[in-house]
């Protein structure tokens, strides 16, 4: 099948990768479309593993105003160089980042920084709703684990479906700009203002 400048044009649209990938990718997958994206997804997150330890001492902090003034967001991205950090994708991908926050109110950045006790806590809940469903014993740890993983993807930031495209997570997405940008890159923290909230 011949691949076209179009095809190509329209993957790298989807992904962020570079033409030559792109092309490439079409090729060894016969113009398979989703075949495509998913090579170029799971070489975006190989890459970003071999990046992960290199130190970010660049970035920006970015910030997103809702609409009627009432609801912003600061959000602090790390990068490792201020060439990436001044780029344009890079300042889309932390724009991109602060909106997210702004709609889907996460509680922290990774699982790790909930406080255990709370973790513990939403532990014993779901072990009783289980419980007085009446569930077998050996399965309700299934469940409560189950329950656990899903309360993580609600309230931790890199968990959660990523408001412009669901089907991927928001630690997807990073993943997926490290590739791209070459660079290691650490959504470091964020803090969320709503008029009238504590």
Not at 69 to 76: P, T
Not at 158 to 177: A, C, H, M, N, W
């Amino acid at each position: 099948m011949e691949i076209t400048a179009k095809m190509v044009k329209e993957l790298r649209e989807k992904t962020g990768a570079g033409m030559m990938d792109c092309k490439k990718a079409l090729g060894e997958t016969g113009g398979d479309f989703d075949q495509a994206v998913t090579m170029l997804r799971e070489k975006g997150m190989a890459k970003a593993a071999s990046k992960a330890g290199r130190a970010t001492s660049e970035g920006v902090i970015a910030s997103y105003i809702h609409q009627g003034d009432k609801l912003g967001v600061l959000v602090e991205i790390n990068c490792e160089t201020d060439f990436v950090a001044r780029t344009d994708e890079f300042q889309k991908f932390a724009r991109d980042i602060a909106m997210h926050v702004a709609a889907s109110s996460p509680v922290c950045v990774e699982r790790e920084q909930i406080d255990s006790a709370l973790v513990k806590a939403e532990k014993e809940i779901y072990q009783h709703q289980a419980e007085n469903e009446g569930k077998p014993a050996n399965i309700v740890e299934k469940i409560v684990e189950g329950r656990i993983e899903k309360y993580y993807a609600e309230v931790v930031l890199l968990e959660q479906p990523f408001i412009k495209d669901p089907d991927k997570s928001v630690g997807d997405y990073v993943r997926e700009t490290i590739g791209s940008l070459g660079e290691n890159i650490i959504v470091k923290r964020f803090t969320r203002y709503a008029l009238g909230e504590e």
